[in-house]
């Protein structure tokens, strides 16, 4: 996969436990979403993702439920304009029991 012309691949690679009781299917999981500096939210490229994480040989088992007490290691792809990325401000957003946010390291 290639991004777009002016454009650029931000991969954030990241891991999760879950530490309820019950197995979490694919829509309970957490999920990640960067925001820029003025508060436009980016939703993870989903082909970008799959190959990225299938070439680095990540554990997330994506169509099966994720049972109590296991961590998995994944990652998030987002396609963004090569221009926009240079300016500072960028943020991840990790959508799971709480809302965290943290700035994207440049």
């Not at 925001?35 to 299938?54: C, Q």
């Not at 680095?56 to 998030?76: C, Q, R």
Request: hydrophobic share 35%; charged share 25%.
């Amino acid at each position: 996969s290639s991004p777009s012309e002016g454009a650029v691949y931000v991969a954030v690679t990241w891991q999760y436990k879950n530490t309820s009781s019950q197995p979490l299917g694919m829509f309970e999981r957490p999920s990640m979403e960067l925001k820029d500096a003025n508060g436009v939210t980016y939703s993870p490229d989903l082909g970008a993702s799959s190959s990225y994480v299938t070439e680095v040989d990540f554990d997330e088992k994506v169509m099966s439920d994720l049972n109590p007490g296991i961590t998995v290691k994944t990652a998030d792809v987002f396609e963004v304009s090569s221009e926009l990325i240079e300016n500072p401000g960028w943020r991840i957003v990790i959508n799971a029991d709480k809302k965290i946010e943290m700035p994207l390291p440049q």
